[in-house]
């Protein structure tokens, strides 16, 4: 089954760095998510893309967060300045359309850790 | 404000002992709502989606139904490899595409 790529599994920073977590969503899937999940909560949303615009973003996603659609292929979650309480693991996500029909699929993950 | 609740927080069960899982929900209107299970350090994996209390579903040994306030996850004669977490989401009619998600139910079934 074809499956969502992200990169790094694992990224370390230091605390006011900038971050881009990337993903590779699977090729004829037009929704993009990030999701994230901080250790021993829930899965939160985050932002959802959709025709290289955002078209629902949560209250997390405030404006040290961005997401682009750089090319055919990739999607990318940048923190610019990252606080302590962005650890946590984040999750991209892709579905074909944007009906309920559709299954989401999630990648693997990239747990960010803020020092 | 859409919340989803699953209960236990943890399952331990021997293998062949039959058991489900909870999850309550509250939204102002259902979409859908989603059965996902989760391996340590792994993304969510989808299991289900119901639409219309009365609904089931059915994949090898997990049968999800739903009413109109709570879904159940039911597992028959379960194997160590069903082990994970299952985690339960909404999605709400006028809530976009966006999930909801429980804090899910760690189901461990030991030989």
Redesign the interface.
Known sequence: EPEVTQTPSHQVTQMGQEVILRCVPISNHLYFYWYRQILGQKVEFLVSFYNNEISEKSEIFDDQFSVERPDGSNFTLKIRSTKLEDSAMYFCASRITGSRREKLFFGSGTQLSVL | EDQVTQSPEALRLQEGESSSLNCSYTVSGL??L?W?RQDP??????LF?L?SAGEEKEKERLKATLTKKESFLHITAPKPEDSATY?C?V?ATGG?????????TQLKVEL
């Not at chain 2, 350090?41 to 989808?46: D, L, R, T, V, Y």
């Not at chain 2, 976009?96 to 899910?104: D, P, S």
């Open positions: 979409r859908g989603f996902y350090g792994k993304g969510p994996e989808f989606t639409y985690l989401a999605q976009g595409n966006k999930l909801t998600f429980g804090t899910g």
